[in-house]
C-alpha cells in the first residue's frame, strides 16, 4: 500500500493518458451523502469484509475516508486479501477539500 496525497490524486485523475483508479470511499452513508469525489465507490468500512467480492483486484484502488485513518485500515485489510495496487488518500476527503476543491461540503 502507498500513500498518496490529494495533489497526486488530481494530477492522476486529470491524466488522460493513465488508467482511471477506483475510488472506494469507506466512510459512513451520512458522510458519503455531504460529499463525495464523483464516481466514487461507495462501501462502508463496516461492509468492506462481506463486500470486497465487488472489488477488482487487477486495477489501482485509492481509499478514501474523511482523513485517511480508516481507509488505511481498509487498504491494510485488502493487501492481505492480496490486492496489490493500493492507495491510501493521505488526509481524507477533507484534505482534498481544503486543497483541491474549495467548493466541496466539509464536516
Not at 451523502?33 to 470486497?52: D, K, V
Not at 477488482?56 to 481507509?71: N, Y
Not at 481544503?98 to 464536516?107: K, L, N, T, V
Request: net charge negative; proline share 4%; glycine share 6%.
Amino acid at each position: 500500500m502507498q500513500q498518496l496525497s490529494v495533489q497526486q490524486l488530481d494530477e492522476w485523475l486529470r491524466d488522460d493518458s493513465r488508467s482511471r483508479p477506483v475510488l472506494l470511499d469507506v466512510r459512513e452513508h451520512v458522510e458519503f451523502g455531504i460529499c463525495h469525489l464523483p464516481g466514487s465507490q461507495h462501501i462502508p468500512m463496516h461492509e468492506i469484509t462481506q463486500r470486497t467480492n465487488e472489488l477488482d483486484d487487477d486495477v489501482p484502488l485509492v481509499v478514501i475516508c474523511h482523513h485517511g485513518m480508516r481507509s488505511m485500515q481498509v487498504a491494510m485489510y485488502l493487501q492481505r486479501l492480496g490486492f496489490e495496487q493500493l492507495y491510501n488518500l493521505h488526509g481524507g476527503i477533507d484534505a482534498w477539500a481544503q486543497e483541491i476543491d474549495a467548493s466541496m461540503a466539509r464536516y
